[in-house]
């Protein structure tokens, strides 16, 4: 019992010391901690909130069904007249990730499209669901690419109208849509003996273009939105692709000069009074 007090009381002194340092280290904490909790946040390392993007603007809305006009005979490469109305076409389908995003690019922004369908891609059968709706109700139209996209003019006439009749009968198996009268000549390689053809199925308006996005080919996404500045015009015909992603990337750039130049975008039967 004696040691056992004798120990105690020698180290009294040392516990006295070690209260006072830890006295002065609670000080010190206490007022680093309040630099931190007055005045600022406290520096802890948190996962920051993304940011959302903002929305994609609006395109103006199409003229009303009154103001449609009857089709012009003959190949059609621009819209008649001056005005503000842009038909932005769209070709092949070789890529199933471009027509689901172009579908849904025009599906968020209001831009309306036609398609120059070639059924013999898997991508027309791949996004019915998202496709169908907005071809029901007009903000898409789909017209005849033929069925496998070759040369007409290197053909026998048998077999351009085969590729006439089977992708006709493709879409409206698909779709429930008969795409007369409007077609599209391959590379836009036509003659005299494949427009009878097409006529007398009833394809009787070759459309052709006067702006190309010239995105037939890999190009770079810069490239494709200089065509688009430089062709996105009032009564412009404009030809673009479903077959590589670089477009996918610049539909905000793409949107956003449709906008800046008011500009309607079209389908051909927003235009013409549709007569088969």
């Known amino acids: ?107 968020d922004t209001g831009v309306r499209l036609t398609y120059f369908v070639n059924g013999i891609y898997r991508s027309w059968t791949d996004h019915v669901d998202l496709l169908r709706p907005l071809v029901d109700d007009g903000h898409i139209q789909l017209a005849n690419h033929t069925w496998s996209h070759p040369n007409l003019t290197k053909l026998p006439l048998t077999a351009v109208a085969e590729e006439f009749r089977h992708n006709h009968d493709f879409l409206w198996k698909t779709y429930g849509v008969d795409a007369r009268p409007y077609f599209r000549s391959p590379y836009g390689a036509s003659s005299a003996h494949v427009e009878k053809v097409a006529g007398d199925l009833g394809y009787t308006t070759d459309t052709l273009w006067s702006g190309d996005l010239k995105d037939h080919a890999v190009l770079p996404e810069a490239e494709i939105v200089k065509n688009a500045e430089s062709y996105f015009n009032g009564q412009a015909i404009v030809i673009g692709h479903l077959n ?29 009074v549709r007569s088969t």
């Open 244 to 272: 590589h992603l670089p477009v996918t990337h610049v539909y905000r750039q793409m949107v956003d000069i449709i906008v800046a130049r008011k500009l309607r975008t079209v389908t051909l039967d927003d235009v013409f």
């Open 1 to 107: 019992m004696h040691g056992r007090y004798r120990n105690a009381h020698v180290g009294a002194p040392l516990n006295r010391r070690h209260f006072i340092a830890a006295l002065s280290v609670a000080t010190l904490s206490a007022v680093g901690l309040s630099r931190c909790s007055f005045g600022a946040q406290p520096q802890v390392a948190t996962a920051s909130e993304p940011v959302a993007a903002p929305p994609p603007p609006t395109v103006l809305p199409p003229p009303p069904p009154s103001a449609r006009i009857q089709l012009p005979g003959g190949v059609l490469s621009v819209l008649p007249g001056e005005g503000d109305l842009l038909a932005l076409t769209v070709d092949d389908g070789v890529n199933s990730d471009v027509l689901r995003a172009y579908t849904q690019f025009a599906k």
